[in-house]
């Protein structure tokens, strides 16, 4: 109990009071939590650079780079987007005029949706992907707010990210010190896979998308996976937005066939199938998770934290697990421990 006051107490307040600033200052520590998780991604970089440069330069030149890379993937993606406005115009436009048709009664197609609130969505979706302009503009303070903490914290945790680690392993109770570094090495690989399947999910999206809207036959084949790949990135939803909503316009204009391409090879090939199968495969792959319990993670992380819950959930998952395994094999070494000691020479 003493050991227990006397060394373990500090630790455990230290982590009480992390906890709770992170759930005070949530509404900004999403960024701080992704900017970190990223900063730990690309340490292996900035180690690499300050073998050639001096620390804070090595530093300032990945943020630097990562945020030309980031400006580089959304300006690309605007301009993409604004080279086909009047494509997404016309869809959303129909839809909207077949929505509003008295004639049209989702009822009949057994929807307990109303009218106003597929309105609402539509018009979301018409603000983000044809008038990004308008919802840039009005929400540009947060926006700039929220990338500054980001690539702010990416900086300070890649510059002095290992020392604050090396200070609070070096104040750390020694029967707790063995316990964080499996359990550091373990997110390090989480992070790792995370972000990069990421990015693999997206692309494979990409080209497997290509197919199906090449059968579909409306055009702007390049344009349509483009989208599908895009939406992969958003929460929860991922590449069904852009199914359901190609999916949508195909069931206005009174192509069944295409409605059925969509849904089958679209929503259950293209957006459902690597969800699924795929992500939580390659992810648990490295960590040694079951896939299953990595797709619960992501899921759940993302429902219940947002956006720093599709790294935050899969990191949680694997730490609680990792550490049932650390408790399970120490009980069984201490049970053999105990078992030779009893044992007669």
């Given at each position: 109990m003493s050991l227990i006051k006397n060394e373990q107490f500090p630790f455990i307040l230290m982590v009480i009071l992390t906890v709770a600033a992170i759930i005070l200052f949530w509404p900004v520590m999403d960024m701080v939590l992704l900017g970190a998780s990223l900063a730990i991604v690309l340490m292996p970089a900035f180690h690499w650079l300050i073998q050639h440069a001096r620390p804070v330069i090595s530093a300032a030149f990945i943020t630097i780079a990562t945020f030309c890379a980031f400006a580089c993937v959304i300006g690309f993606t605007l301009y993409v987007f604004s080279s086909n406005a009047e494509t997404l115009t016309v869809m959303f436009s129909a839809i909207a005029g077949w929505i509003n048709n008295p004639e049209t009664s989702f009822t009949v197609f057994g929807f307990p949706?109303?009218?106003?609130?597929?309105?609402?969505?539509?018009?979301?979706?018409?603000?983000?992907?044809?008038?990004?302009?308008?919802?840039?503009?009005?929400?540009?303070?947060?926006?700039?707010?929220?990338?500054?903490?980001?690539?702010?914290?990416?900086?300070?945790?890649?510059?002095?990210?290992?020392?604050?680690?090396?200070?609070?392993?070096?104040?750390?109770?020694?029967?707790?010190?063995?316990?964080?570094?499996?359990?550091?090495?373990?997110?390090?690989?989480?992070?790792?896979a995370i972000y990069v399947v990421q990015v693999a999910i997206a692309v494979l999206t990409f080209f497997i998308a290509l197919p199906v809207f090449w059968l579909l036959g409306y055009g702007d084949v390049i344009f349509y996976a483009f989208f599908a790949a895009f939406c992969e990135l958003v929460p929860i939803l991922g590449s069904s937005i852009a199914f359901l909503l190609i999916g949508t316009y195909a069931l206005v204009i009174g192509d069944i066939e295409g409605v059925l391409i969509l849904f089958f090879l679209g929503y259950i090939v293209v957006s459902c199938m690597p969800e699924i199968f795929i992500r939580p495969v390659l992810v648990g792959r490295r960590v040694k998770i079951r896939p299953v319990i990595m797709f619960i993670g992501i899921v759940g992380g993302l429902l219940t934290m947002g956006l720093a819950g599709f790294v935050l959930g899969p990191v949680i998952v694997v730490l609680l697990i990792t550490s049932y395994r650390m408790y399970v094999q120490d009980k069984k070494e201490m049970a053999q421990q105990e078992v030779m000691d009893v044992t007669p020479r």
């Open positions: 949706l109303n009218k106003a609130g597929i309105i609402s969505l539509l018009n979301t979706g018409r603000l983000m992907f044809v008038g990004y302009e308008e919802t840039f503009i009005a929400n540009l303070s947060y926006i700039l707010f929220k990338a500054f903490i980001f690539f702010f914290t990416l900086f300070v945790l890649l510059l002095h990210g290992e020392e604050l680690k090396r200070r609070i392993m070096e104040h750390m109770p020694d029967t707790l010190n063995s316990y964080v570094t499996r359990l550091s090495d373990v997110t390090v690989d989480t992070l790792y």
